[in-house]
């Protein structure tokens, strides 16, 4: 039997995860790091500690597995997009990374805004958001302009860790797409977007495809890892196009829905020329020709996770979502909008913060709990909604993440989206995507797709109920009207926020 091995490096741990050629996962280990959140809107992490976890992780699986390391014939990498890496001549690490859940840079999208207008839909396919790559090159250009001025190439989070286990520097299409600086239908950098703010194109790693092969392990990695040195590595994929292709959303009509840490919907696009006027973000997939067009809520699991820690920390996720069971939809008049840390889509706005609209005194720990829930699917509903809008029909969706491991939560989410919500038999989100890049890439199947065929299974469907459905359908325009009656109020609160640990 041969092996590949997928990497995901996350926000808050990297998985590696080792699957045979039938798509059987055979063993799995991580390595978590820390967020540096020194003020209000400020996340960072020290590209160190991802490639010494990324080893480790390696090392782990290669040990525990007990599979023999000669027959490890791939590696590929799913990543956190977004994030700055910014590296000297001598290939040194100039400053921490700043990562995609950053909010510090919203002056530096009104200058993208103002300098390209239309160009920038045009072009890159998205609007200037403070997560996105641009924005915090120039937040380094114009803060930092010493570290700038020795910064020789830039690369995204997953890209320089394959960078230290190959010494090959690349960056690949669907990571490239969120930096605002790829011409996405053309897949290569935009020449006028990195001109028009004095970026040279030496700053920009040469792309290749997600399953290209990018070379060997490192000699050193070998001894470090217990792998063989001729184990190839592909260079793989941004973790919504890895999470996409883990869940087999490799055709048009295929939608994913996603609770991590962030929450995605995105749907699977053929084409390159589509316009969604920046409704949406609209990246390359990791398919060849293949695109996706999503939306994010950008605290979805964070936003139950900060519940618990803060309300409940002794209380396991399970008991705690038993109460969905106990309360009916609408959590006896409570509503809670999930912009903890600000808001993406539809909502592009790093001020906002959440709220809890209609506290009532019989409200306990349970009514708190189902409005969180409730609030965070809602929020995926205004994703679904736009891609509705846009033509895409949709009827069902693959749920995966943290937020798939609850069956009440994703029979409410068939409620709240009125469409049959797929679970996974072995779901292992980014991961399988990135290790089934590395089976394509190997040559054990003749496309994404046959390897999806091989690789993946559903094991139940949630189909919507129509009573909760009706409820529902009147809470969300309740729901959607808060962001308006929030919004100006918490611009007059964004003074005495405080430093937040964030994601
Ligand atoms: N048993 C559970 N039931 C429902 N939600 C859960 C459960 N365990 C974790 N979660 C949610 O899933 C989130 C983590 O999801 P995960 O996919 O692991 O995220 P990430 O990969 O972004 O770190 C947590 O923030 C939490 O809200
Ligand atoms: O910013 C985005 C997508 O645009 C995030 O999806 C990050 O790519 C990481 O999210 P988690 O997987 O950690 O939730």
């Known amino acids: 039997m ?14 590696a995860l080792l699957v045979d050629r039938d798509g059987r996962v055979r063993g799995e280990a991580s390595e978590s790091y820390p967020l540096i959140s020194e003020k209000p809107g400020y996340n960072e992490q020290e590209p160190e500690r991802w490639v010494e ?50 909010t510090r840079t919203t002056e530096q999208c009104r200058e993208i805004e103002s300098a390209l207008g239309g160009r920038l839909l045009d072009i890159a396919k998205n609007r200037a958001l403070e997560g996105f790559t641009l924005p915090k090159l120039l937040w380094v250009k114009r803060h930092e302009p010493e570290t700038f001025a020795k910064a020789d190439v830039f690369l995204l989070p997953k890209d320089y860790v ?5 010494g090959r520097i ?5 990571d490239a797409a969120g930096t ?9 950098w935009s020449a006028d977007i990195a001109a028009a703010f004095g970026l040279p194109e030496s700053l920009l790693p040469p792309l290749v495809a997600p399953h290209a092969d990018v ?44 609770i991590g840490t962030s929450g995605v919907v995105l749907s699977y696009v053929g084409r390159g020329d589509v316009d969604y006027g920046g409704r949406l973000h609209f990246f390359n997939h990791g398919e060849a020709d293949a695109y996706y067009a999503m939306g994010v809520t950008l605290a979805a699991g964070y936003s139950l996770q900060w519940f618990k820690d803060a309300f409940a920390p002794h209380v396991p996720f399970e008991a705690l979502l038993r109460g969905l069971d106990e309360t009916p939809p609408g959590a006896g008049g409570l509503l809670f909008t999930p912009y903890i840390v600000g808001e993406r889509t539809p909502h592009p706005d790093a001020t906002i913060r959440g709220s809890f609209v209609g506290m009532d ?26 891609l509705r809008g846009a033509g895409h029909d949709i009827r069902s969706l693959v749920s995966i993440g943290g937020g798939a491991k ?43 797709a046959e390897c999806a065929a091989v690789f993946i299974k559903r094991s139940r469907t949630f189909r919507p109920r129509e009573e909760q459905r009706a409820a529902y359908d009147r809470l969300f325009r309740a729901y959607q009207s808060v962001y308006g009656h929030t919004r100006e109020l918490n611009e007059a609160l964004a003074a005495f926020r405080k430093p937040q640990a964030q994601a």
Not at 2 to 15: E, R
Not at 170 to 174: F, L, Q
Not at 412 to 440: C, R
């Open 2 to 15: 041969s092996y590949v091995i997928g990497i995901d490096l996350g926000t808050s741990a990297v998985k």
């Open 53 to 102: 976890g990324t080893v480790s992780a390696l090392r782990t699986l290669v040990r525990d597995s007990g599979v023999e390391p000669a027959a490890v014939e791939g590696v590929s990498f799913s990543g956190q997009m977004h994030g700055l890496v910014l590296l000297d001549a001598e290939r040194n690490v100039l400053r921490n990374a700043i990562l995609w859940n950053d």
């Open 162 to 166: 394959r960078y230290r286990l190959t």
């Open 170 to 174: 690349a960056s690949e299409y669907s």
């Open 180 to 188: 605002l600086l790829l011409d996405v239908a053309a897949r290569r």
């Open 215 to 258: 070379g060997t392990l490192l000699p050193d990695v070998a001894d470090a890892t217990g792998l063989p040195s001729t184990v190839r590595v592909f260079a793989g994929g941004a973790d919504n196009a890895c999470g996409a292709i883990g869940a087999g959303i490799l055709s048009e009509g295929e939608t994913l829905c996603s």
């Open 361 to 386: 005194a019989s409200h306990r720990l349970a009514h708190f709990t189902r409005a969180v829930v409730e609030g965070i699917t809602f929020s995926l509903k205004e994703s679904l909604d736009i």
């Open 406 to 448: 609850n069956e009440h939560w994703l029979q409410m989410q068939a409620d709240i989206f009125g469409a049959d919500i797929h679970k996974l038999e072995s779901e292992q989100g980014p991961a399988m995507g990135a290790a089934m890049l590395a089976a394509y890439g190997c040559g054990w199947f003749g496309s994404l």
